[in-house]
Every structure is written in C-alpha cells, then in structure tokens.
C-alpha cells in the first residue's frame, strides 16, 4: 500500500466522532461560504491544512512531474468533500467549507514541498557527481 493511501485512513479516523449517528443528512448544519462559520476558529484551519500537507507530499511522489499539484489538489479536494458528506450524519461534526479550502490549500502545499524536495535532491546528487568527476574519483 503506498503512504497517501495510508493517509487516507488518519484522515477518514481524525473525521469522526464515530457516535452521534443520524439518519437524515443535517443540511442546516453546513456553513457553504468558507471562513464564514461560527467553528471556523484559526486553530482549527491550521490544524485541517497541516493534517493534509502530508497527503500532498505522499500524493506527489506517485505522479509525474508535469501533474502533480493539480492532480493531487484534485484528489484532496474529492477525499475532503467524501468526507464532510460523511459528517452531514454525525450530530457531533459541521460539514464546512471551510475544512474543503484547507484541504486544498495542505494538499497544494504538501504537493509543492515534494518538488521542491526532489529538486534539491536531484541538483544535490548532480552536484556530488560533478564534483567527483573534477576531482577525478570516478574511474572509467
């Protein structure tokens, strides 16, 4: 199983309460219209955007270079909206909109640094053997 597919499990398991169940979607409970809700306190979106940079760095590694940031906003952006349908049920839980743009924002965020990581790698490792070439270490 690959880490993002891990990830998917802490997110799904960090969006309970797995009690309060209801039968009827709360509708009435959605705040549409992000930082516009009555729980969107500035703890709580800094804790949903650090839980999904993760995501984005794992999501990253597994595409192809040209693609990365948007695929993986977009598969953020699709888990993140699975899972505030899920809490439409649970009387604990406000669906928010909030919660989706911070998700996004993680997962762009998570994208970036993984290329940002793989360059630096990557010039590290060209560098070493530009280095050892001129110094004559490599033998041919």
């Known amino acids: ?62 595409r192809r270079r040209g693609e990365r940031v948007a695929v993986t906003v977009l598969a953020g952006l699709a888990l993140s909206v699975a899972v505030e349908a899920l809490q439409l049920f649970y009387r604990m839980r406000d669906p928010s909109a909030t919660d989706v743009v911070m998700a996004i924002c993680g997962s762009a965020a998570g994208s970036l640094a993984a290329q940002a990581f793989h360059r630096s790698d990557a010039g590290r490792a060209a560098g070493g053997r530009e280095t050892r070439d001129a110094r004559g270490d490599e033998q041919q």
């Open 1 to 62: 199983m690959k880490a993002w597919q891990w990830w998917l499990l802490v997110v799904i398991a960090a969006s309970g309460p797995w009690f309060g169940v209801v039968r009827e979607p709360q509708w009435q409970r959605v705040t549409w219209i992000p930082f516009h809700g009555l729980d969107d306190k500035p703890r709580d979106m800094v804790a949903n955007f650090l839980m999904w940079v993760p995501f984005g760095v794992a999501f990253a590694r597994d």
